[in-house]
């Protein structure tokens, strides 16, 4: 399969016009054309259905759509590699939940830089856990709440814990409450993070549904959007201690204690064997500083 053709079909595909990629790309629309059927005889389906108003995918058409980000994710990721070999670069891509990869990973890769200088190291924050960038090779090392089980030559180790804290602007009126109380005070809820939903559910003895009917006053993406609301408003929010006692002291914002009421989420740092065969002082030297960190 031409690169080239799959690299056309995805931004068509993306902006359901040949005409409009044809034109960001500088190339005929004929031309355009013939890279995809290139690419629909090079795998023997159809892609597209062309109609007046563009083109919309076929069934085979969304089978490739989904691989092919992926797909062009690793071959550019893996063209940077081979640039940066023959620079003599080393490049790492880590990517992290955002709550780890905004307080504690951008000082631990400011002493990582100290001790590996010809490392290049690239830094992602995502929403919320998934395997999907290590085993595509999108990214060198993975961390995130979630174990990666049963998946060959993948490893994964536990760094430690990360405490989940209910805070309130410190004018809120409760410094203590029981956990029935929880359904009843106004809340900024981070929906996104899975992880922390489905903890938050199982201790409260409630299902997802009966959640998202609490007193809500919003929902975010961002722990740091939760931050920012409850500085403003008679609302508490659920984050990790992580960014608690990273930014507590820059925010006017406190702990709120619920009586029998202790949760905390398992921090893993994962990366593949491969990986590992060659930068083993990379990974044990990060995975140490990240703990001490975490302890």
Known sequence: MHIDSLNYFYQVANSKSISTVAKNAHISQSALSQQISKLENKLNVKLFERTNKGVTLTPEGEILFKYSESILSSYNKMQEELLNSINKIKLISIESVESIGLTILPTAIFKMKKLFPSYTINLNTIDCCSKSSLLNNICDVSICYSKIENTTGVVTKLLGNDEILLVADKSFPLNTIKKEQIFELPLIFTSNKNCLKKLICSNLNCDEEALEKANILYNTNSYFSALKGVSSSKAATFIPSSIYYNYHSLSNIKIIKIEDFSISLQL????????????????????????????
Do not use: H, M
């Not at 740092?269 to 302890?295: A, D, M």
């Open 268 to 295: 893993y740092i994962s990366y593949l064997e491969c990986f590992y065969k060659t930068n083993s002082e990379f990974v044990k030297t990060l995975r140490n500083i990240l703990k001490g960190y975490l302890n």
